[in-house]
């Protein structure tokens, strides 16, 4: 069965930081990997995704990840934090392994980002 | 992209009673999915919305509880039965197709009292 897990519940940073939210999968097969970002009150909006092309992905807003097979990581980073990042972030994996829609999330990632 | 129109956006409830909550797709959409969000907790999947039959519920939710419609590709409705306070969530419509990343609703986020 698929799994993920996120390490660090709560991440802050100085405004203009690298950011590092760490995400690490379970899966017997190659799996489809995503990243989400959730601001207060809204719902989920699709940061990046992975689906067994380039390793190193680019998403929206500056973000991006790799994948990682060696370590099942799929960590998201972003060069230069920005007030605005301040939202909760989710990374997913599809159940079953391939497919975009049915997602098993991780735990999530609290993102506080300071002056 | 998908458009996701959930209704309502929120509300507040007595236990005991019911609430049906909408999500309507501005396109024909493969598959529909419901989440629960409680309190500071990510998303637990409550089942997949099937077109004309009966919905596949996960492990941990059953359907006299999570009843859930799906009439047709764009729109399907959940209802929370017979209401706790323990069911005060954040509940989230997903839709997606075969070939594309799944799309969220903003939610409902519900308070039972």
Same mark, same amino acid.
């Given at each position: 069965?698929?799994?993920?897990?996120?390490?660090?519940?709560?991440?802050?940073? /100085?405004?203009?930081?690298?950011? %590092?939210?760490?995400?690490?999968?379970?899966?017997?097969?190659?799996?489809?990997?995503?990243?989400?970002?959730?601001?207060?009150?809204?719902?989920?909006?699709?940061?990046?995704?992975?689906?067994?092309?380039?390793?190193?992905?680019?998403?929206?807003?500056? =973000?991006?990840?790799?994948?990682?097979?060696?370590?099942? /990581? =799929?960590? %998201?980073?972003?060069?230069?934090?920005?007030? /605005?990042?301040?939202?909760?972030?989710?990374?997913?994996?599809?159940?079953?392994?391939?497919?975009?829609?049915?997602?098993?999330?991780?735990?999530?990632?609290?993102?506080?980002?300071?002056? | 992209?998908?458009?996701?129109?959930? @209704? *309502? !956006?929120?509300?507040?409830?007595?236990?005991?009673?019911?609430?049906?909550?909408?999500?309507?797709?501005?396109?024909?959409?493969?598959?529909?999915?419901?989440?629960?969000?409680?309190?500071?907790?990510?998303?637990?999947?409550?089942?997949?919305? +099937?077109? #004309?039959?009966?919905?596949?519920?996960?492990?941990?939710?059953?359907?006299? @509880?999570?009843?859930?419609?799906? *009439? +047709?590709?764009?729109?399907?409705?959940?209802?929370?039965? +017979?209401?706790? *306070?323990?069911? !005060?969530?954040?509940?989230?419509?997903?839709?997606?197709?075969? +070939?594309?990343?799944?799309?969220? #609703?903003?939610?409902?986020?519900?308070?039972?009292?």
């Amino acid at each position: 069965a698929q799994s993920v897990t996120q390490l660090g519940s709560h991440v802050s940073v /100085s405004e203009g930081a690298l950011v %590092l939210l760490r995400c690490n999968y379970s899966s017997s097969v190659p799996p489809y990997l995503f990243w989400y970002v959730q601001y207060p009150n809204q719902g989920l909006q699709l940061l990046l995704k992975y689906t067994s092309a380039a390793t190193l992905v680019k998403g929206i807003n500056g =973000f991006e990840a790799e994948f990682k097979k060696s370590e099942t /990581s =799929f960590h %998201l980073t972003k060069p230069s934090a920005h007030m /605005s990042d301040a939202a909760e972030y989710f990374c997913a994996v599809s159940d079953p392994p391939g497919g975009y829609n049915k997602l098993i999330f991780g735990a999530g990632t609290r993102l506080a980002v300071h002056p | 992209s998908a458009v996701i129109s959930q @209704k *309502p !956006s929120r509300d507040i409830c007595q236990r005991g009673t019911s609430l049906t909550i909408q999500c309507q797709v501005d396109s024909q959409v493969t598959m529909m999915f419901w989440y629960r969000q409680q309190p500071g907790q990510s998303l637990t999947l409550i089942a997949t919305a +099937n077109q #004309g039959s009966e919905a596949t519920y996960e492990s941990g939710f059953v359907i006299d @509880k999570f009843p859930i419609s799906r *009439p +047709n590709l764009t729109f399907s409705t959940l209802t929370v039965s +017979n209401m706790s *306070p323990e069911d !005060s969530s954040i509940y989230l419509c997903s839709v997606g197709t075969v +070939n594309t990343e799944a799309f969220f #609703g903003q939610g409902t986020r519900l308070t039972v009292v």
